[in-house]
Each structure stands twice: as structure tokens, then as C-alpha cells.
């Protein structure tokens, strides 16, 4: 039961994070930044079950963290879309050193925190949210799931009608296919991959907050999201960037990511292999997985190229 309760909650978060970099790198963007947007989004989200009474109705709970973590995750995602499209940036510089300045901004951050409301005693980089994180709590028998695996569920459908059966979502694709074909039929290049990233940003900030919150009631942002950011990317790819794909991606790593944080519950795993292989299983199967599928995998033909509208 443990087991499956911990597969579904890392799918999700897989799931949500992979479908905003895939939004990204649709419209031509490379968002090597969805670690760093995890973080932020996580940092909002947490702030606020941290503020919020325990006896706040648990619908107010759910709507201000979710708000806040998607709100938080897209205006950290606009250092991505100004640096790469206005300023034609390197998209893979841009990605990584927002990941470094996230982990180390959310630290800073509540360390100054805490060190306000303690007067400087002890001033450490957690905030803990131990009633207000019930409100996500669904209890099927012996099964407690979280519902967060709902709000995924939601989000995937929607990606899947939005991709494939709007406008946005076919105009979208254009721009990380053939820019150029579609600035030349009326569609605005800058402002779709402006769209890109900010979808991946509102999905890469709730991934965040479902990272911390769905299994932790207390979250020690030195550590970050422990590299959930690239496996999610790992998940997009392997995933062909289509949404239903990357979900069943997103559930074949969440079980060795869960085994990760469950294997001390099983006795015959733990005399089987060392519990270090565990941990770093998740990591070495991304690799696996990456070096037999990269070579068929077809990315957008455009994602990473800057577009410039004097280009033919």
C-alpha cells in the first residue's frame, strides 16, 4: 500500500512538471530550469500552509497554496522568457543558473524568516506545515492518496485537449516546429513561447508544492527538490513530449522513486541490494532510459533556437 500511495504521488509530481517543460519546448523554449521553478513554486506554496490556522476550511487551503505555488512558479519562469526570447540568451545557461539561484534564494529566504520570528535563535532553513497539508488528504480504506493525484489528472486531460484540439495549442506546436512558416501566417513567435514558459512555470510550481507537501510535513529547502526537476525532464523525453506518454513515463519512474523511500519497509529488498543503490536508482535508470530512447527520440525541430523575426 505504501508503495502505491508513494508511485502515485512522485507520478504526479513527474507528470505536472514533465507537462510544463513539454509546453515549454513545444513553443521552441528548452527549460532546463523546471528544478529551480519547483523550488520557487514550492517555497510560495509553503509559506502559505505555514501562515494558514489550522482551522481554515480545507477548500481555502487548497485554492491559496495551489494559486500561490502556480503564481509563484511563472513569475520565477520569466527569467527564463525574457532571457531566452528577448534577449536570445543560451537557453541551457539560462535553465541552470536558475536552478542555482533558487535553491539558494528559498534558503536565504526562510532562514531570514525564521530568524525574524525567533529573534536569531537557531535560524534554519524549514517550515513546517503539519495540520494545513491534511486538507490534501483523501483516505480510500487503508489507502491514503492525496488530492493532488486529482488535480493531476485534471491538468493532464487538460494538456491533452489543449495541445491537440485548440487553436493555441496547434499555433503553440507551430512555433517549436517552424517559427518562421508561422510568424509568416499572423502568429506572434514571441508571445506563444512567452505562453510556453509560463504554462511550464504554472506547472512546475504546483509540482513543486506536491513534491514537499504530499509526503513531508515539514520541508528543509537546503536540500531542494533532490533532482525531481531532471528526472521530470528525463520523463519528458522519454515521454516524446506528448502528454499521455509522459504519464506513463512519469508513472514507470515514480515506482523506483518511491522504492527509493519505501525499501526499508520491506525486509527481503533490504538484504537484496544496499539501501544506496535504492536511493540512487531513480538516477541511474533515468540514464539507462535516456541513452536506448534519445537517439529515436524527435524533439521539436526549433526547441533552442532563438527566433529572430528577420530570419528566413
Known sequence: MILVQYTLI?????????????????SGVINL??????????LGGAFVLY????????????????IVSAVTGMVFSLFLAVAAINFKADQTLVGTAMNMLATAAATVIVK??????????NPSAILEYIETRKAFVIKLGGLELSGYMLITVV??????????????????QACGEHPQAADSVGINVYKMRYAGVLISGFCGGIGGIIYISAVNSQWDFIYGVAGAGFLALAVMI?????????????????VFRALADTYAGYDFLVHLVPGEVYKTLPYIISLIVLAFTSKKSRAPKAEGIPYDKGTR
Not at 530550469?33 to 514550492?42: D, W
Not at 501562515?51 to 495551489?66: D, H
Not at 531570514?112 to 535563535?121: E, W
Not at 516524446?240 to 513515463?249: D, E, N, S, T
Open 10 to 26: 512522485y507520478a504526479s509530481v513527474l507528470i505536472l512538471v514533465a507537462l510544463g517543460g513539454m509546453f515549454s519546448e513545444r
Open 33 to 42: 530550469g523546471l528544478e529551480g521553478t519547483m523550488v520557487m513554486g514550492a
Open 51 to 66: 501562515a494558514l490556522p489550522p482551522s481554515t476550511p480545507a477548500i481555502y487551503v487548497i485554492l491559496l497554496t495551489l
Open 112 to 121: 531570514a524568516y525564521n530568524n525574524a520570528r525567533s529573534g536569531g535563535a
Open 155 to 172: 491538468l493532464l486531460v487538460l494538456a491533452c485537449v489543449i495541445l491537440y484540439k485548440t487553436r493555441f495549442g496547434l499555433r503553440l
Open 238 to 254: 522519454f515521454g516524446q513530449w506528448k502528454p499521455v506518454k509522459i504519464a506513463l513515463a512519469a508513472l514507470i519512474f515514480g
